[in-house]
């Protein structure tokens, strides 16, 4: 059979052309070239991930979650708001130890600069109470809080600022995590009347995820015994 010479580039061409342009369309055993890479904290403070929930402002009374979306509440809430009563978000601003998943959760007002830099100022006094007094690595996305000089100066030059890349929450997929549980036990899992009720329960659900034992083990994603940090935080058993 005579050799036949064919550029790469022209059998990449035509293979991409054709939809079969990655290796793993084309290998026996669907292998790609890319190998997943791993995020891996290796003690407590050694990354420590932020991020921002928005989710919407529950009116005095309760939202269409309780009374639904054709209900009298529900249409009277349109005038009520251009009237001048309290609307928009409120934004959770959330930061977990990747060791440990110890995590913080403060309802705030905006996402500004200023803010992610006071709720992490909080952060940091908040985990070194429990026993992480100092973080070698803050990790968060591209948000504009987050690029903020502010914030660079609460994060200061005893720790690394790592941002993820654009558009990949999977790179900052603990505290992401944490989110959606956080979503899924509580923000969605039952009704609120108003914000105040929310935010107390926020903060309530905060300290059982953190501190209480189930019958069933840790609640939330838990923390496996060996990663918790010697504190007050270690453990009491919840009714």
């Avoid at 609307?87 to 403060?106: K, M, N, P, V």
């Avoid at 006094?125 to 100092?134: E, N, P, Q, T, Y």
């Avoid at 069933?216 to 270690?234: L, N």
């Amino acid at each position: 059979m005579p050799d036949c010479s064919i550029n790469r580039r022209t059998v990449t061409r035509h293979l991409t052309r054709l939809g079969l342009g990655r290796r793993r369309f084309i290998d026996p055993g669907g292998d790609s070239n890319r190998k997943p890479g791993k995020i891996t904290a290796r003690w407590p403070g050694h990354m420590v991930h932020l991020d921002v929930k928005k989710v919407g402002r529950i009116p005095h009374g309760g939202g269409w979650r309780i009374h639904g979306r054709d209900s009298d509440q529900a249409k009277a809430a349109g005038p009520a708001k251009s009237a001048g009563a309290k609307r928009g978000y409120t934004y959770l601003h959330s930061a977990i130890d990747g060791f440990s998943r110890l995590s913080y959760t403060a309802p705030l007002s905006d996402e500004k600069g200023t803010t992610a830099a006071a709720f992490l100022a909080r952060a940091k006094i908040w985990f070194a109470a429990h026993g992480i007094h100092h973080i070698h690595r803050i990790v968060t996305d591209n948000g504009a809080c987050y690029r903020s000089g502010d914030f660079a100066r609460i994060v200061g030059n005893q720790a690394r600022h790592t941002k993820t890349k654009p558009y990949t929450p999977r790179h900052n997929g603990k505290v992401e995590r944490y989110q959606r549980i956080l979503a899924e036990e509580l923000l969605y899992a039952r009704d609120f009347s108003c914000e105040d009720a929310r935010s107390a329960a926020i903060a309530f659900w905060n300290i059982h995820y953190n501190y209480c034992e189930s019958s069933d083990g840790w609640s939330g994603t838990g923390w496996q015994s060996e990663r918790r940090v010697a504190g007050p935080w270690r453990g009491t058993r919840c009714a």
